[in-house]
């Protein structure tokens, strides 16, 4: 029987149970954005003691499914105060599947908030043990020290960010080969795990693959997608994300003007090769050493989209440089040298901190004057405060927005105060309808509508037409809340999209795991009744059609080199919730 | 005659006119003015299904689009990522 874990930090006891049968059908996303909206008050602090966060493995994860081994995160978020699920790839996810645990519940807060912990899971039970000498101790050494002491378990941990409370902080995660490196980093969760005084996870590897109810339709699901994931051109061996990495799409939306330049003044940068996948690639075969592209977050990836990024002596610098990375901490800081950028995600993943929400927060301060666009050494220097915890660190680790607000900036591209992602609503009208309308706050991954508008999957579209995209985004977020349910890796959908029978394969392997009858349509169904969940949760929590918005700055600014302005009505923006 | 300058990406790199190594470099060509961009693709040797963005200006076109003098042309792979 799949299994629940409930953790109460508050008397320090643990709980291991049968999983609630409302709860039977439901993985990942779907999962904690239920539980959250069922067990948590929309108008708690999130920091408080009545908050709760859950971690949950993707319906299929555990299984053979091809990359599948996701999970998904929830709590109130302190960055956005909205409902959150931030998703990560790792073999964290497939052990804690295996074990039989459908979820993981942290609930309540120690009286004394020194006091740090660990939680160490096993197939049977659970315990909490002190882990006081971890206090301050930057993600790498956590997750190298709990690799050694805790042999053939896979890790979680929060860095000092998440233990100061920082809104940009997120949970860190184990890679196959143990760098603290894979990371559920938006909407500040780690801050959350840090208000439970839980420093970190550790669960056992092993346990038993699951076992699908109906085994030859998941088996046959399983044939028709890997077959799908190896015939297209993105995701298939040899494929660009394969080889390049995600960051190939630096030049893509370079060309396109819709990579957002120097904290979101320009859209194309002068700079971009020189942080581009193709440019990293190069460098990575040049130094050899431990670098390498077609790295996989997880065992069982078939698309292996990650890499290991070498210092000149071929020494293992960091895993991975992404395309959101690559811009966040580049192109969005005028910064065209990626050992700076690699030396900038490095310190992201040991103070355990959001690159995302980093890289934006650093052009707002930019912007304020603090250091010089394109000064990648003033940069680096700035993001070491948040590791330091000085004051100026402290307003820098609290997120893009209330950076903005420290120092009197007014372009600050947040919304519901998260950073915007690497696609700049200006160029690319549909993805801001995403960004605007998702009740996740700014967040790319809640509706890539950049597959049709840039890349040309799944059709092809004028990026620039404001018209007819509020169906396309509220499309893609139905699908995307699904997907990231299912455990499968977003990156499937590039095949899925365009391929029918991959599609079928999908859903054929949900309705294996689970013994359903789901058809695609069910899916998209399904996930809109999660959007509509975590809207509600948002509307309790306060939210109105009016955060809904664009930062005004990106009505009246006209970015070039198009010269647009954001130009979807308001009253189109509220249409997304038609449904 | 109309001289047009051409940018190529990803796995696109190795129909650079000057060899793979000056993969990341613009190069320049003289076409016919009536050429469009699946004719540019043959020029180079490029099998048209290994195209699958074409932005000119920053903007996409389609393969059939008839080149302007001074267009800036980048090709591109299927390529996605998040
Ligand atoms: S495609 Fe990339 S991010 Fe997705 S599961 Fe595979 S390695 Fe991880």
Known sequence: MAKFLRVNMTDLTVDVSTAPAKYSKLGGRGLTSNLISAEVSPECHPLGPNNKLVFAPGIVTGTAAPSSGRISVGAKSPLTGGIKESNSGTPFSQSLARLGYKAIVIEGQPENKEDLYLLKVTEDDAELVCANELQGKGAYETVTNLNEQYE??????????????????????????????????????GAVMGSKGLKAIVVEKGGCPITPINEDVFKEGQRKLVEGLRSHGVTQPGGTLNTFGTAALIN?????????????????????????GEYMAEVIKERGGA???????????????????????????????????????????????????????????????????AGVTLGVAMEAGLAEFGDGEAAIELLREIGKGSPLGHILGNGAGFTGRAFGVVRVPVVKNQAMPAYEPRAVKGIGITYITTPMGADHTAGYTIAPEILGVGGQLDPLDPRDKVELSRAFQAVTAFVDSSGYCLF????????????????????????TEYTPDDVVQQGLEILRLERTFNEGAGFTNKDDRPPEFMRYEKLPPHNHVYDVPDEELDEVWDF | MVKVEILLFATLRRY??????????????????????????????????????????????????????????ALFPPIAGG
């Open chain 2, 16 to 73: 650079h006119p000057r060899g793979e190594g000056e993969g990341s470099q613009a190069f320049t060509l003289q076409l016919e003015s009536n050429t469009n961009l699946s004719q540019i693709y043959a020029v180079l040797g490029i099998p048209g299904e290994e195209v699958k963005m074409n932005f000119v200006n920053n903007r996409h076109q389609s393969p059939d689009y008839q080149v302007q003098a001074g267009d800036k042309i």
């Open chain 1, 152 to 189: 053939r378990y896979d890790v979680c941990c929060i860095g000092p960010a998440g233990e100061r409370k920082m809104t940009m902080a997120g949970i860190c995660f184990n890679d196959p080969e143990y760098r603290a490196s894979r990371y559920s980093g938006r909407g500040g969760l």
């Open chain 1, 492 to 515: 499937i959908t590039f095949a899925t999209t365009d391929i029918p029978s991959a599609t079928e394969g999908m859903v054929e392997t949900v309705n294996g795991v689970l013994g």
């Open chain 1, 291 to 357: 670098g390498m592209t077609g790295h996989a977050c997880h065992p069982g990836c078939v698309i292996r989209c990650s890499n290991v990024y070498p210092r000149p002596d071929g020494s293992d610098h960091v895993s991975c440089i992404e395309y959101e990375s690559a811009w966040s901490l580049g192109a969005n800081l005028g910064v065209d040298n990626l050992d700076h950028v690699a030396e900038m995600i490095r310190i992201c993943n040991d103070v355990g901190i959001d690159t995302i929400e």
């Open chain 1, 252 to 276: 893509v939306l370079n060309q396109a003007g819709g990579l957002p330049t120097r904290n979101f003044r320009e859209g194309v940068f002068e700079g971009a090769e020189k942080i581009s």
